[in-house]
């Protein structure tokens, strides 16, 4: 009988504790569920700094399923990745729709280079010029190789995305999504450009992210990444900047308040105006830029996404061979550089012709990546 009264005290003490353990884990469980209904929702309700434009919905949206499939599985990743932080300092560009798409454009090819231009809307002279000069296919066929490119375009206005979209069904060559064109939002088309080589040509070996006031030498280019060799991994490089610090200064194009960015210095970074990648870095940038702060300035941007990815940029084999600035013009200087900046659309055009007419008098410097 003592033993029996014993026995059910004992019961009563452990059912007590089993009970109060049941709570508590309940309790944690409903906030466990909250919390992650919570942030799988705040992307779309609550990114107040770089939310999708409603107004702009109406436009003609193609590929909009697929778009929507894209959202749903990263808001799932973004859920898991910002849950420490605040959510309305980071970009995901996955949440913007494209207006212009070219989801076919990689299908049964295998690129070795995709260029990703970017561009603003009424640059119409520069994109002709660029796609009849260096961005010409033919530059790579004549080697048998595959190359792209694909301009890259924020949303203006209504009229400028019309006259786009008509120019987008003459080439095939223009992908533009719903966030604002500004210059403070490069960093939107890097990571539109970066999630389209993800999503519709991740087989891509090479990647150039590049602007329209460029010269591009692109048979040089080919010629130094060896297609005959096997395309190289984790590889970035271009035009390095070493040790940057941020410019403080308020009047600077690229003031950065510490309150923004409140390191001494940036990662090196190479210069936006081109820079080279092996395309099994896109998904990694991509993925790397749903946990990093957003930046505007997008070569730094994709810098820091790289430090986080633990990729080392390799310094090209001289420094003059991706230039910041305009180089003088002579044919031989020019076929063996790789880019040159600051050039309006005549120039880029008569410069690839006078290089084309003297390139039989000139010799490679013979460098290699
Ligand atoms: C989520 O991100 C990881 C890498 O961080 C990736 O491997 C995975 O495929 C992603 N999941 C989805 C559903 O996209
Ligand atoms: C960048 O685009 C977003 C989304 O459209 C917009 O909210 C933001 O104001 C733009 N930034 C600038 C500097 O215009």
């Known amino acids: 009988m003592a033993y029996s009264t014993q026995l059910s005290s004992v019961c009563r003490r452990k059912c007590f504790i089993l009970l109060i353990y049941v709570i508590v884990a309940l309790i944690f469980l409903s906030g466990y569920v909250y919390y992650t209904h919570l942030s799988k929702n705040y992307p779309l309700n609550q990114m107040q700094i770089i939310s999708p434009v409603k107004g702009q919905r109406n436009l003609e949206v193609l590929e909009r399923n697929t778009v929507k499939q894209i959202i749903q599985r990263v808001?799932?990743?973004?859920?898991?990745?910002?849950?420490?932080?605040?959510?309305?300092?980071?970009?995901?560009?996955?949440?913007?729709?494209?207006?212009?798409?070219?989801?076919?454009?990689?299908?049964?090819?295998?690129?070795?280079?995709?260029?990703?231009?970017?561009?603003?809307?009424?640059?119409?002279?520069?994109?002709?010029?660029?796609?009849?000069?260096?961005?010409?296919?033919?530059?790579?066929?004549?080697?048998?190789?595959?190359?792209?490119?694909?301009?890259?375009?924020?949303?203006?206005?209504?009229?400028?995305?019309?006259?786009?979209?008509?120019?987008?069904?003459?080439?095939?060559?223009?992908?533009?999504k719903d966030f604002k064109e500004a210059y403070?939002?490069?960093?939107?088309?890097?990571?539109?450009?970066?999630?389209?080589?993800?999503?519709?040509?991740?087989?891509?070996?090479?990647?150039?992210?590049?602007?329209?006031?460029?010269?591009?030498?692109?048979?040089?280019?080919?010629?130094?990444?060896?297609?005959?060799?096997?395309?190289?991994?984790?590889?970035?490089?271009g035009a390095v900047a070493k040790d940057p610090v941020p410019h403080r200064w308020k009047e600077s194009k690229w003031y950065v308040p510490y309150s923004v960015y409140p390191e001494s210095h940036y990662p090196d970074f190479c210069s936006g105006t081109g820079y080279l990648l092996s395309g099994d870095l896109a998904p990694k940038i991509l993925?790397?830029?749903?946990?990093?702060?957003?930046?505007?300035?997008?070569?730094?941007?994709?810098?820091?996404?790289?430090?986080?990815?633990?990729?080392?940029?390799?310094?090209?084999?001289?420094?003059?061979?991706?230039?910041?600035?305009?180089?003088?013009?002579?044919?031989?200087?020019?076929?063996?550089?790789?880019?040159?900046?600051s050039m309006p659309p005549s120039l880029i055009l008569q410069y690839w012709q006078n290089m084309q007419e003297h390139k039989g008098q000139c010799s490679r410097n013979g460098l290699t990546f």
């Open 75 to 176: 808001i799932l990743n973004v859920s898991t990745s910002t849950q420490t932080s605040d959510p309305k300092t980071y970009l995901n560009i996955n949440l913007y729709e494209y207006i212009i798409n070219e989801p076919d454009k990689c299908k049964d090819q295998n690129p070795f280079l995709i260029f990703l231009i970017s561009t603003i809307a009424k640059e119409v002279k520069q994109r002709q010029v660029i796609r009849n000069t260096w961005a010409n296919e033919a530059n790579g066929a004549k080697d048998g190789l595959t190359i792209m490119h694909l301009f890259m375009l924020g949303f203006e206005n209504q009229a400028d995305s019309k006259l786009i979209l008509s120019e987008s069904q003459k080439y095939h060559d223009i992908i533009q």
């Open 184 to 237: 403070n939002n490069l960093t939107f088309k890097t990571l539109m450009g970066m999630e389209w080589i993800s999503t519709y040509c991740p087989q891509s070996k090479y990647v150039m992210k590049t602007d329209s006031d460029m010269f591009v030498n692109t048979e040089y280019l080919l010629e130094m990444l060896q297609p005959n060799l096997p395309s190289k991994q984790d590889f970035f490089t």
């Open 287 to 341: 993925r790397s830029s749903y946990k990093i702060k957003y930046l505007h300035l997008e070569d730094v941007y994709v810098a820091i996404c790289l430090k986080k990815e633990g990729i080392k940029i390799t310094d090209p084999p001289t420094n003059n061979l991706f230039n910041v600035e305009r180089v003088p013009f002579s044919p031989c200087g020019y076929y063996n550089l790789i880019t040159s900046h």
